[in-house]
């Protein structure tokens, strides 16, 4: 059974771009999360989505959104890069069921400039 | 706001030994806790989950959850070389995501 596949694996990119991160979760998982990890911060919850709805968001600026396909894939957009979003951004899916556990991809190295 | 609290270390345990981690939690209303074993440049890992006050046994892993002291402790029997890593504590309250501290670094010395 495959696991929570991310891609890309790393990114650079410049102040004031844009950037796109996309996760597949397990099969048959319908919740996806996303995941915010840096040294200072450990790590913080941005959304998460379950049959296509953004279920719950955590403390971020609104330049962080994301979304979910019919698949249950997900993607996380940031608009206008900081420096201080250099970070790594993970994934986890969970069958919806909260209590059992959310299964983590490999994340996103995302290097701002 | 809701702090999950963890020691940073490093604990350093010797082979063979117990190794005992420990979490507390500020939100009474947690209501399921994990622990997380993450090696560095990796992700996190699930090792345990458990919701109820007491211990949950997995292998060499223990859980233990007491709900009044808002503590949630991991022990890993046998310590061997590989359990070596970060151990993340993770709460859940309501319909929130997970709510990370900032991991115990645990040293096995053979």
């Known amino acids: 059974k495959a696991g929570v596949t991310q891609t890309p694996r790393y990114l650079i990119k410049t102040r004031g771009q844009q950037v796109t991160l996309s996760c597949s979760p397990i099969?048959?998982?319908?919740?996806v999360s996303w995941y915010q990890q840096t040294p200072g911060q450990g790590l913080q919850f941005l959304f998460e989505?379950?049959?296509?709805?953004?279920?719950n968001k955590g403390n971020f600026p609104g330049r962080f959104s994301g979304r979910q396909f019919s698949n249950s894939r997900s993607e996380m957009n940031v608009s206008t890069l900081e420096l201080g979003d250099s970070a790594l951004y993970l994934c986890?899916?969970?069958?919806?069921?909260?209590?059992?556990?959310?299964?983590f991809g490999s994340g996103t190295r995302l290097t701002v400039v | 706001q809701k702090e999950v609290e963890q020691n940073s270390g490093p604990l350093s345990v010797p082979e063979g030994a117990i190794a005992s981690l420990n979490c507390t939690y500020s939100?009474?209303?947690?209501?399921?806790f994990f622990w997380y074993r993450q090696y560095s440049g990796k992700s996190p890992e699930l090792i345990m989950f458990?919701?109820?006050?007491g211990d949950k046994e997995d292998g060499r892993f223990t859980a233990q959850l007491n709900k009044a002291s808002q503590y949630v402790s991991l022990l890993i029997r046998d310590s061997q070389p590989s359990d070596s890593a970060t151990y993340l504590c993770?709460?859940?309250?309501?319909?929130?995501?997970?709510?990370f501290g900032k991991g115990t670094h645990l040293i096995i010395q053979p």
């Open positions: 986890a899916s969970s069958q919806g069921g909260r209590q059992h556990g959310y299964t």
């Open positions: 099969s048959g998982h319908r919740s």
């Open positions: 989505y379950f049959s296509e709805t953004q279920r």
């Open positions: 939100d009474r209303g947690s209501q399921s």
């Open positions: 458990i919701y109820s006050n």
């Open positions: 993770a709460v859940t309250v309501g319909a929130d995501g997970l709510t």
